[in-house]
């Protein structure tokens, strides 16, 4: 049989189809120079009415788009997970080793909550501890299983000097740290009342540089109360101390929300591979928005400057259309849809909780400085979140954060302007 030149082609795949079978026989023949006569014999061998058919193998670049100059496709299976994302940071510079290996010890703990939460019901860990914690809060049994994992992942990491949670009475030196001695301040379950009707929970951290008045080697002479002071000392930093920040929501999915004080980047925890994935860089949240995210049961104990703000937001106003309330009663739940679609969430005093009930320390600075690497606004109603140092490790401030818009709105109630 003779054989017909296909253009930048290299093989022509001759095969008869059998009746009774699904596997065809192939043959294979090299492509030689064509004459007019072999290319009517092709033609006539691929018609309707014979039992041959032909197939081109290789490349017809005049059937194949080409890229433009310059650029690459990306692969479908081209993923950047958590542990890759960090090591650039490290390379470029961001981060150093020793807080990769902290954050990475941070994402490791994360994963063991969220499957702890996801199985919670099953192994019993639902309900109430027995415990009090520290600010005078019935425990469940969760936050106790969380601080835990928490904690042993961060001393295990060989790079935390000191770690503060809110479910322990004080900081602590940790003895095992080889290097680096970063201060990693977090409420291990933030929500923690929702487990029980499986509503969205989350964890929520912040990392502050090494601080030499505080050493995990304790000189012999000196005493644990004293050791405990120098750890007060160095924990009590205002938020402009960040190094990072973050929260893990636990949801329909698991995902990590991260700044390194050069924007917000989102990563998803894919089960296929057990790893968390980026799914989003560089999050900006919208200057306004039309949600709010406020426990109105408390409505009537708010001041009167208060309670004309939420007024004024359930006004038609000149769209017609008042503000939606939406409030889940998880900080990280609410917080990450006002991130992502704009709009405000508050926890502000009343006349049973003072200063609120959210800890400076472990909320709100923390959230503070995401929210104002992603172009929105914390504030207490009259300053700045991160400008507040902490007199406490428990301190606790009222809380306005989302679209700057938003927040200057409620600022300006509150000062009567």
């Known amino acids: ?43 006539r061998s691929t018609s309707a009415s014979s039992p041959f058919r032909c197939a081109v193998t290789g490349t017809d670049e005049a059937a194949v788009k080409t890229s433009p100059p310059g650029t690459k496709k990306k692969s479908s299976f081209d993923i950047q ?23 990475s010890s941070i994402s490791m703990a994360c994963k063991q909550i969220a499957s702890l939460v996801q199985r919670a019901g099953i192994s019993n860990l639902t309900g109430i501890q027995g415990a009090v914690n520290v600010q005078g809060e019935d425990q469940k049994k969760l936050d106790v299983v969380s601080n835990e994992v928490f904690s042993n992942c961060l001393r295990s990491s060989g790079r935390t000097g000191i770690i503060a949670s809110e479910e322990e009475d004080v900081p602590v030196a940790v003895e095992e740290s080889y290097s680096g001695n970063y201060i990693v301040v977090f409420d291990p379950l933030d929500g923690s009342s929702n487990i029980d009707a499986a509503v969205s929970t989350g964890s929520i951290f912040g990392i502050y540089s090494p601080n030499d008045e505080c050493l995990a080697d304790v000189d ?23 190094l990072a920040a973050g929260y893990v929501m636990y949801s329909s999915s698991v995902i990590l929300v991260l700044t390194l004080g050069k924007g917000v980047f989102v990563f998803n925890l894919d089960p296929l591979y057990g790893e968390f994935v980026l799914t989003q860089e560089q999050v900006r949240i919208p200057r306004s928005g039309k949600i709010y995210a406020f426990n109105e049961g408390n409505y009537l104990l708010w001041d009167e400057r208060l309670r004309a703000y939420m007024d004024s937001l359930k006004e038609p106003g000149p769209t017609g259309n008042p503000y939606s309330a939406r409030y889940i009663g998880s900080l990280v739940g609410d917080f990450h849809r006002t991130l992502l679609y704009g709009g405000i969430y508050g926890y502000p005093r009343d006349s049973k909780s003072k200063n609120g009930k959210l800890r400076l320390l472990y909320e709100c600075a923390p959230m503070s400085f995401i929210v104002e690497q992603a172009g929105g606004k914390g504030s207490d109603g009259h300053r700045r979140i991160l400008d507040i140092i902490p007199n406490e490790i428990h301190q606790r401030v009222p809380l306005f954060i989302g679209s700057v818009e938003e927040v200057e709105k409620v600022e300006k109630f509150l000062s009567g302007v």
């Open 81 to 103: 997970t958590l542990t890759t994302w960090l090591l650039k940071q490290e390379q470029v510079g961001t981060i150093d080793a020793e807080l990769t290996i902290v954050l």
């Open 1 to 43: 049989m003779a054989s017909a030149a296909i253009p930048n082609s290299s093989h022509l795949l001759l095969y008869r189809p059998s009746p009774s079978h699904f596997t065809p026989s192939l043959s294979t023949f090299p492509l030689n120079k064509p004459s007019p006569s072999s290319s009517k014999r092709i033609n």
């Open 220 to 242: 012999e002479d000196a005493t644990l109360d004293r050791s405990e002071e120098r750890c007060v000392v160095s924990v009590c930093q205002p938020g402009t101390n960040l």
